[in-house]
């Protein structure tokens, strides 16, 4: 059973924005979509990026370095350079509390 972690509180990341937040032993982007939020793990598969520090547009945020873009909802890779994803966390919300899963989504 994933184990899960408070990273942050719903008021803390308005519409649009993103929070590098720490998940066990990892690094992970956390976005608010919308009021729904999404974490995936903060490094572009290409070459090690920052992706929290990247655009974000709708549910895609785009790599500050080369410009390959991802899913933010699934970790998928959409445009080059990058053709593999990046590994997404599972969030949970429970009353105020962003919780975001210590493991990598299952494919």
Known sequence: MAEFVKVANTSDLAPGQVK???????????FNVGGQFYAIEDRCTHDDGPLAEGMLDGHVIMCPRHGATFDVRTGA??????????PAHEVKIEGDAVLVSTQRKRK
Not at 77 to 86: E, G, I, M, R, S
């Open 77 to 86: 890779a959409l445009t080059f350079p990058a053709v593999t994803p990046v």
């Open 20 to 30: 590098l937040v720490e998940v066990g032993e990892r690094w992970v982007a956390l």
